[in-house]
């Protein structure tokens, strides 16, 4: 239902610059989605615990095929290890910070990952590029803080941004040090 709660609202949730009736049809091609291949940043100092490229982007986005590969997923796909969870997670960094948070950054674009394993990166260097590899209904950033870099085993941890804006009521607004919600769209 999230999903089709995103494709229909008109009020900034669509993922395409193409019309939705073409959307939905055809598809839409990547470079005709809004953050393809924009840049991921490192969210801070640390080091490059794992890299995984290699894995290709569906073109075009069409919502029907895409959702249906997301419940096959879903449904069937076991992994145990992060090496054979890089089907679902397509192309992934993790990244330690000192104090032992790791940061995984996933659906990467195939062949944009700008970094490997052991690499010292800093806060705010480009690691790669926004894509839509692995289990991806469109083009889109998976980012999340754990306690363990075992994907399976990890925990999720609280994320604060230093600064964001929101899109709200048709302008981006400044956040300060704060927690976007739920299905918010936001920019950095």
């Not at 005709?32 to 940043?41: E, F, M």
């Amino acid at each position: 239902m999230g999903v089709l709660f995103f494709f229909w609202n008109k009020k900034g949730y669509k993922f395409y610059k193409t019309p939705v009736l073409t959307s939905l049809i055809f598809g839409a091609k990547l470079e005709n989605t809004y953050c393809w291949s924009q840049p991921i940043l490192s969210p801070f100092d640390g080091e490059i615990i794992e890299a995984q490229d290699g894995i290709k982007e569906r073109n075009p986005v069409h919502m029907v095929r895409d959702f249906f590969v997301v419940l096959k997923n879903g449904f069937f796909f076991r992994g145990e290890t992060n090496s054979e969870l890089h089907p679902v997670l397509g192309n992934f960094i993790i990244i330690k910070r000192d104090n032992g948070v790791y940061c995984l950054l996933a659906h990467a674009r195939k062949g944009s990952i700008k970094v490997k394993a052991g690499q010292k990166v800093m806060e705010g260097q480009q690691v790669a590029e926004v894509g839509h590899s692995g289990n991806s209904t469109a083009p889109h950033l998976h980012f999340q803080l754990m306690d363990n870099p075992n994907l399976i085993e990890a925990k999720g941890l609280p994320c604060c941004f230093k600064g964001y804006k929101v899109y709200s009521q048709g302008a981006w607004e400044p956040v300060e040090n704060g927690i976007p919600g739920k299905r918010v769209r936001i920019f950095s």
